[in-house]
């Protein structure tokens, strides 16, 4: 049962995966913040924000499953 199930989702499987990987990957060239001021690091998250969403610009005062972190 277990095997079947699998095989009749893999394709759904290895695509959530694939995300995973990618976003785990995003960001990682960004440089760190000239200094760490709250200023310099919002800038900084914001940036590995986006990075994770496919590139999309983030609104910060916005939820961010309605931005689509969540697929």
């Excluded at 959530?16 to 060239?29: F, H, L, N, P, Q």
């Excluded at 919002?42 to 609104?59: C, Y």
Aim: glycine share 6%; charged share 30%; hydrophobic share 40%.
């Amino acid at each position: 049962m277990k095997k079947a199930t699998i095989k009749l989702y893999e394709e759904e499987i290895n695509t959530i995966y694939e995300k995973v990987e990618g976003s785990a990957k995003s960001g990682i060239d960004v440089p760190l913040p000239r200094s760490w001021t709250a200023e310099d690091v919002e800038s900084w998250l914001m940036i590995h924000a986006a990075a994770a969403n496919a590139g999309k610009a983030v609104d910060c005062h916005t939820d961010l499953f309605a931005q689509g972190f969540d697929r």
